[in-house]
């Protein structure tokens, strides 16, 4: 492949994610004379046979490809390594992923370090805990360059007012009532399991009294969600409750909630991480088994809520910062002083 040529790799099942789109829209301005190219295949199924052909086809795939950029375990360790002209550009998202290797690690400090990123030459990590994470229990191959102290490119974008105030707009289009109301996310991912034959649809929010508590929302707060079982409930509240409550999927990216959040609440380790830049309070909700959730009952039991019925304990009345979530920002964003497209640009046009 020519030098000419970015290649993003996923291969999780992520495709293009946004810290990918954002890089990829960036650089297809700022550098018009490159070319670029993807794969995006997910290597992990159920059939080994296909798996093990998926694996031959990545592998042959970044052993051509001379300037990669990816956000997860997508460079196969088995190919060679980098080239003096080659780059290999990891950006760092706080998927599940790091949190199971930092508790492993703490039940079993003597275990061997991990290769899974050894063939990378750069790393964007994004935050003082994955820069950590990454010296402490990775091996890097000599010419590793980490790009500390710059955010991930979503987390730049996050800062951007201009950007805020579209996807603002965009809300209120949909939500005329949520205009001039301060905004509380919650935003849940996973799929709740399949009912075995014969059993009714499982909703892992029943019981949860959602009148009771937006009884005690004040009405400068506006709720909006991306969950389907939140919605159900709703239903069976007045049409008065449509005042302070939105159902924002399939009508604006869940991505683009963050930029106008005053507080999120989610499950997701790499919606908690993002959003930390903003030092806006974040409550990690359980909603489906995750070693995120694991993590954040450990080492920041305040900002943990075992169910919704824990909601009601969630000080609506102030957005100052308890002391966790001071720390949960910034152990898990760096402050937002340089620009991390800036510097990709420069490593890919150098």
Known sequence: MSKNII?????????????LQIVKDDLMTALPDMEFQYYLNKTATKIPLINTKMEDARRTFCSEAQNIICMDPSIPIKIPSASENETRLLLASPFDYQFNIFMKYL??????????????????????????LFKSFY???DNITFLDNIPLPISWDLMQEEKRAAVRKQLEFYYPQAKGKKIV????????????????????????????????????????????????ISYQLPYKYASKFGYI?????????????????????????????T???????EYLPKVFGNYMKKFYPSMYLKD???????????????TEQ?????????????NPLETIREIFNS
């Open 308 to 322: 919704m019925n824990e909601l009601p304990t969630v000080d609506f009345s102030t957005l100052e910062l308890s």
């Open 249 to 277: 999927k399939n009508k604006i990216p869940v991505n683009e909630m963050m930029y106008l959040s005053d507080m999120l609440i989610t499950n997701s380790s790499k919606h908690a991480g993002n959003f930390a830049i």
């Open 326 to 338: 001071k720390k949960f920002c910034q152990e898990f964003s760096y402050a937002p002083m340089e």
């Open 139 to 141: 091996e890097w191959e």
């Open 279 to 285: 030092k806006k309070p974040i409550y990690y909700l």
């Open 185 to 232: 996310s919650i935003l849940l991912l996973g799929q709740k399991p399949e009912p075995e034959e014969g059993e009714d649809s499982v909703n892992l929010l029943e019981g949860f009294d959602l009148k009771n508590w937006m009884d005690s929302l004040d009405d400068d707060w506006f709720l909006i969600t991306n969950n389907w079982d939140m919605v159900e």
């Open 107 to 132: 039940e079993n400090p003597k275990q061997k370090k991990k290769q899974t990123f050894i063939r990378c030459t750069h790393v964007i990590p994004g935050s003082p805990f994955t820069a950590k």
């Open 7 to 19: 290649s993003f790799v996923s291969t999780r099942g992520r495709d293009l994610n946004s810290d």
